[in-house]
């Protein structure tokens, strides 16, 4: 029985909601999972036998990519496709998975002997090469799961998985499975979740992918690939080039505070993203509708972003030293400067799901090489010109804001063509909100006595979100107050 069994009508907004709260409640409680699991196997495991399994992991990671060919994005988006065409667009996902795979176990040796040419970490590549089949040949199944709009079914597999997986390491570890056993969580869950997935929508494997087939994807799929791959790059050279260029300290510094500014992103924005594209894919061929409707996402994510900006700013050397430590002090002047980016990089990050419900993977793709160009001179300038980390963050800052301009009037004027003044008006009650917020935070930053850390961080949030509920409810954005009653009283009942 599938979810869409006896499914009722639901509005864009209804979607949206129930598709936020199970993904939401997948990834919240996956980071908890993964916190006990982590801390258990932390307990058994050296820091370098850890060091190790990461390595192997980020460069399977970087594989990835090319094992993904902007393929899932391009099932979720064709409604046309057949059981025929899905068949061909698979089988090519299975061979291109194997070849990949192949390739990686073969150049394993290489790839060990860069770093320290250890039996271990070749040991280790070899067998999660087997994540990149299994992670190729998901693609597919997992993307018809989404593209039903089977929520729920998704987030409880996903937590199920990570669970069994982790319990599984675990039990390796105590059974004496040493160092190899922190590789049997990730290739039971790409294993699994790919018999999962196939499960519910077994596949045709053709000897010969489907030149029909691909082609109706294709070129959607290999704009959202390039995109990826610019993405990929764009969001990881501040670090590499900051590694090369600059001291050691410094890239430490930078890179606590670029972590945690990612925090916000990864916890909000990035739930709200995988719905989206399987919703408003089927307003393709209403581009007003889509537009209109994503306005109304922007307005709650700015809402929710901006004033967090303002709150990080104010709150940026309590978080750095209650999570990291006094030593990390060098980091709070970074961190403040890229919490400014917070809001728009929140906003910024679902445009990618509108792009891809147009059909408009090759103006993503474009939106993508501007943004990559101007971030690499960005962080060139900070790196080469000023030599300082403080200068890094303000140029990706400056960085970011651009690129939102670029990005909303891509998207606005020439893929969506119903023009960006609306879309900037939904910004007038989020900056009024952000600046309202600023009020108590600077108060309590500059006329209060010295508090400490924890006490000074409680009241700052305490003030930011007492500001915040009460905007909420009497500008009438949302009634907050009211949800709150209908909900206890369904609990009553």
Request: proline share 4%; net charge positive; aromatic share 12%.
């Amino acid at each position: 029985m599938t979810e869409n069994d006896n499914k009722q009508p639901h509005t864009v907004g209804r979607q949206l909601a129930s598709g936020v709260f199970y993904t939401s409640i997948a990834k919240y409680a996956g980071i908890v999972v993964t916190l006990v699991v982590s801390g258990v196997l932390a307990r058994l495991f050296t820091p370098e036998e850890f060091g190790v399994v990461n390595i192997a992991t980020v460069v399977i990671a970087f594989f990835a990519i090319f094992s993904d060919l902007g393929i899932g994005p391009a099932v979720i988006q064709h409604k046309n496709l057949d059981k025929r065409d899905l068949g061909g667009i698979f089988s090519l996902t299975l061979w291109s998975g194997a070849v990949m795979a192949l390739l990686f176990f073969a150049a394993s040796g290489l790839i060990a002997s860069f770093y320290d040419d250890s039996a271990e970490l070749r040991n280790i590549l070899r067998i999660l090469s087997a994540n990149l089949f299994f992670a190729a040949a998901n693609i597919v199944p997992n993307g018809l799961i989404l593209k039903e709009k089977r929520f729920r079914f998704a987030a409880v597999r996903s937590l199920s998985v990570q669970v069994v997986g982790g319990a599984a390491a675990i039990a390796a570890a105590y059974a004496g499975a040493g160092i190899y056993a922190l590789t049997i969580n990730p290739v039971f869950s790409s294993l699994m979740l790919f018999v999962i997935n196939y499960r519910q929508n077994p596949l045709s494997v053709h000897l010969k992918p489907g030149k029909a087939a691909v082609g109706k994807v294709f070129s959607f799929s290999a704009y959202q690939f390039s995109f990826q791959l610019l993405n990929y790059f764009s969001r990881n050279l501040d670090k590499l080039l900051m590694g090369r260029y600059m001291s050691l300290s410094q890239l430490g510094y930078y890179d606590k505070s670029y972590r945690l500014m990612m925090l916000p992103l990864q916890n909000i924005a990035y739930v709200v993203s995988p719905v989206m594209h399987p919703i408003f894919s089927e307003m393709q061929n209403d581009l007003r509708k889509l537009a209109d409707s994503y306005r109304k996402v922007v307005r709650l994510l700015a809402l929710i972003g901006l004033p967090l900006s303002v709150v990080l700013w104010f709150t940026a050397q309590e978080l750095v030293l209650i999570i990291f430590g006094d030593q990390w002090q060098p980091s709070v002047p970074v961190f403040r400067i890229l919490a400014l980016s917070v809001g728009i990089q929140i906003v910024m990050s679902t445009s990618g799901s509108i792009f891809q419900a147009a059909n408009a993977t090759r103006m993503l793709f474009f939106c993508g090489l501007f943004s990559a160009a101007l971030n690499t001179a960005a962080i060139c300038t900070g790196i080469f010109a000023f030599g300082t980390t403080q200068a890094v963050a303000w140029c990706i800052c400056i960085s970011f804001a651009i690129n939102f301009i670029q990005c909303y009037h891509a998207l606005f004027c020439l893929t969506l063509r119903t023009g960006w003044g609306a879309f900037w008006r939904s910004f007038l009650s989020p900056l009024l909100l952000s600046a309202l917020v600023c009020l108590p935070l600077a108060a309590v930053e500059w006329l209060l006595p010295p508090m400490p850390m924890l006490v000074s961080l409680a009241a700052k949030g305490a003030a930011a979100l007492a500001v915040w509920l009460l905007y909420i409810q009497f500008s009438g954005e949302y009634d907050l107050k009211g949800t709150a009653l209908r909900l206890l009283s369904r609990k009553n009942r």
